[in-house]
């Protein structure tokens, strides 16, 4: 496993508890009182087509939709439009996969505001067939600063992987 | 996966067959929540501690005033009640039951962009029961609509699916107010030429058998009358904070006379 296709450095497989760990946490972002605040990420989204998109043999549908409901608890809404857009985001990161990490930091990003917003697209019309009201352009801004996160995410989520196996200090690489 | 979620909206928006998941959910996640909101809560707690004294004193003078502005009514209200009690047993009516209100405090909006809602502090076991209505010191904030064991969904005015009988304070004209889903409430089928101005204040009527008649609700701010359409476009914005955190009072289910006791002729 590499932190992208064409990288020459090789990590180690991934621990399922940190990758468990790392949701959690982001359920927990998403349980801070924000209220209306424009810009707040879906750290869940965010965290979950990072994994989906790293480890998709790992992470995929299936854990989307439980999450989903999960986050449907937690902002009131809907039962089943969190599930919906997350399941979807998760089918097209895996899909993606292969091909989103050849590409570098940079390039990646510009896929994954794809997925994010998309997955807000599916949310909104899951909603507005529902009667709610339309939030404004601005509800898309959070996909914006979600993805402005993707540097600093990528490394703070392979950090672990990229320890080697046993220490050495007499080691060439 | 998606058809289930499918099945699962379909389940929650048309049947409302849901309402145990997510019950289950909150509570098993209540400690939670509250841990993760202490950080915010303390932050909360400290801007207040370091507000300045300035804006404290002239917030103490805004409430001195209205203290004063309402002093004299509080005081003839004892009188009011008795006459009013005279009234009605002259009138043979039966005796509007006082509402008692249970005091509770705004925790956190709902995170949901697509509606208005606010989660407070008192739940079913404070006795909180779906459709009462919640007040703050101003005027009216909005209904309860779902109930968790130690918290309870409160739907504010400003949300699109809300609607109140209203009347307005000035001449008695009775309307529907209903949310507009941006923060802004407005009066719905009214006819071009009615007799409404902004700055009217919005009162409920009590027609609808939820909130106790007179409570203030909003005000007029501007009228637009097209004669291309049916109804005037009669923007209100709301009395009361409605979107800022705070205390506010959940009625009591108000007890409405059963036809029976209405109609009795001697």
Redesign the interface.
Same mark, same amino acid.
């Given at each position: 496993m590499q932190p992208t296709h064409f990288s020459r450095q090789i990590l180690l497989p991934a621990n399922h508890r940190f990758i468990a760990l790392t949701l959690v946490v982001a359920l927990?972002f998403?349980?801070? #009182?924000? !209220?209306?605040m424009v810009g707040i990420p879906d750290w869940v989204a965010l965290v979950l087509v990072f994994w989906c998109i790293h480890q998709p043999m790992k992470i995929g549908?299936?854990v989307?939709?439980f999450l !989903?409901? +999960?986050m449907?608890?937690?902002? !009131?809404? =809907?039962?089943?439009?969190h #599930?919906?857009a997350y =399941?979807?985001m998760a089918?097209a990161a895996g899909e993606f996969s292969k091909r989103i990490l050849w590409f570098r930091l940079s390039m990646q990003m510009l896929h994954v505001v794809v997925l994010l917003l998309g997955m807000q697209g599916v949310m909104l019309m =899951?909603?507005m067939m529902?009667?709610?009201? +339309? #939030?404004g352009v601005l509800?898309f801004l959070g996909s914006l600063t979600a993805v402005a996160l993707w540097y600093p995410l990528t490394y703070l989520l392979l950090l672990p992987q990229y320890q080697p196996v046993e220490r050495d200090d007499t080691r060439p690489i | 996966m998606g058809s289930l979620s499918v099945i699962l909206l379909v389940a929650d928006l048309r049947f409302h067959t849901l309402e145990w998941v997510r019950t289950v959910v909150m509570t098993m996640t209540w400690p939670l929540r509250r841990a993760v909101h202490l950080p915010a809560e303390a932050g909360s707690e400290l801007s207040k501690n370091l507000t300045s004294l300035l804006s404290l004193q002239s917030e103490n003078k805004v409430l001195q005033q209205r203290q004063v502005a309402s002093a004299h009514l509080l005081l003839r209200q004892k009188h009011l009640e008795q006459e009013n009690r005279q009234l009605r047993a002259l009138l043979e009516m039966k005796e509007r039951q006082p509402v008692e209100g249970k005091i509770a405090e705004i925790l956190y909006s709902v995170r949901d962009s697509f509606s208005r809602r606010v989660i407070v502090s008192k739940g079913s076991q404070e006795g909180i029961v779906v459709g009462q209505s919640v007040v703050d010191d101003i005027g009216v904030i909005g209904q309860v609509t779902r109930v968790f064991p130690m918290a309870s969904e409160i739907t504010l005015l400003t949300d699109k699916e809300q609607a109140v009988p209203v009347q307005v304070e000035r001449n008695g004209l009775r309307a529907v107010l209903g949310g507009m889903g941006t923060g802004n409430l407005e009066l719905r089928f009214l006819a071009t030429n009615v007799d409404v101005q902004p700055g009217d204040i919005l009162m409920t009527s009590g027609l609808d058998g939820v909130y106790l008649p007179g409570l203030p609700a909003a005000k007029v701010e501007s009228i637009e009358r097209d004669n291309s359409s049916t109804f005037a476009r009669i923007r209100c914005i709301p009395l009361s904070g409605i979107e800022r955190h705070g205390l506010v009072l959940i009625l009591g289910i108000r007890q409405i006379p059963s036809l029976s006791t209405l109609t009795t002729t001697p």
């Open positions: 927990l998403n349980m801070l #009182p924000m !209220g209306r549908m299936g989307a939709f !989903g409901l +999960f449907d608890v937690v902002d !009131g809404s =809907v039962m089943g439009q #599930p919906m =399941v979807l089918f =899951v909603r529902g009667g709610g009201d +339309f #939030p509800w | -």
